[in-house]
């Protein structure tokens, strides 16, 4: 367990919607993660965070922005939900510096209808 | 543009048999190799992990071979039970402060019995 919670686990929601999933941390890890999986495409980067307030933006962060204000927790926000943005969401950590591995929420599945 | 290339992206194989799982990438720059194992509804687990300083790296049944020159990675799974069916991810990331993971597009595994 990476002492990652990700909420909604399952959210439905309409085209133009703004939508924020939550991720949070139990552990005070400095770096956090946002991917989104669909089929075909693997794991794709969102945004992360280096550090309170610290955020860049990763391969496929259109339509999408994030905050961090404390430590623990990490923010993706839709802020008008699309279509193409249905997919599974995860957040993830990384337990220090160097050659260390990402460590994963188990998900959100968001639904755009 | 796909970092990292996987295949196959099916797979299935006897009780007993070995599972190959093949990854190449382009960039050299990438130092840090690891594979995730996920089950359905939960988040990608690391399973094992590789530098390319080392040509192989073996943890119970997995194994990690690894070709600098040739700019590829395998899992193999020796033995391979019901319990390893899953998708597995290849991954690769170069070092540094909020390095990135790049992700292959995953691989099915069935193991029949």
């Known amino acids: 367990d990476a002492g990652i919670t990700q909420s909604p686990r399952h959210k439905v929601t309409e085209t133009g919607t703004p939508v924020t999933l939550r991720c949070h941390q139990t552990e005070n890890h400095r770096y956090m993660y946002w991917y989104r999986q669909d089929p075909g495409h693997g794991l794709r980067l969102i945004h992360y965070s280096y550090g309170v307030k610290d955020t860049d933006k990763g391969e496929v962060s259109d339509g999408y922005s994030v905050s961090r204000s404390k430590t623990e927790d990490f923010l993706l926000t839709l802020e008008s939900a699309t279509s193409s943005q249905t997919s599974v969401y995860f957040c993830?950590?990384?337990?220090?510096?160097?050659?260390?591995?990402?460590?994963f929420g188990n998900g959100t599945r968001l639904t755009v209808t | 543009q796909q970092q990292v290339k996987q295949s196959p992206q099916s797979l299935i194989v006897q009780k007993g048999g070995i599972s190959i799982i093949n990854c190449a990438y382009e960039n050299t720059a990438f130092d840090y190799f690891p594979w995730y194992q996920q089950f359905p509804g939960k988040g990608p687990a690391l399973l094992i992990a590789i530098r390319p300083d080392v040509s192989e790296k073996k943890e119970g049944r997995f194994t990690i071979s690894f070709n600098k020159s040739a700019k590829q990675f395998s899992l193999h799974i020796m033995d391979s039970q019901p319990g390893d069916s899953a998708t597995y991810f290849c991954a690769a990331s170069i070092s540094g402060p909020g390095n990135q993971f790049y992700f292959g597009t995953g691989t099915s595994l069935t193991v029949i019995p």
């Open positions: 993830a950590i990384r337990k220090g510096q160097g050659l260390t591995p990402l460590h």
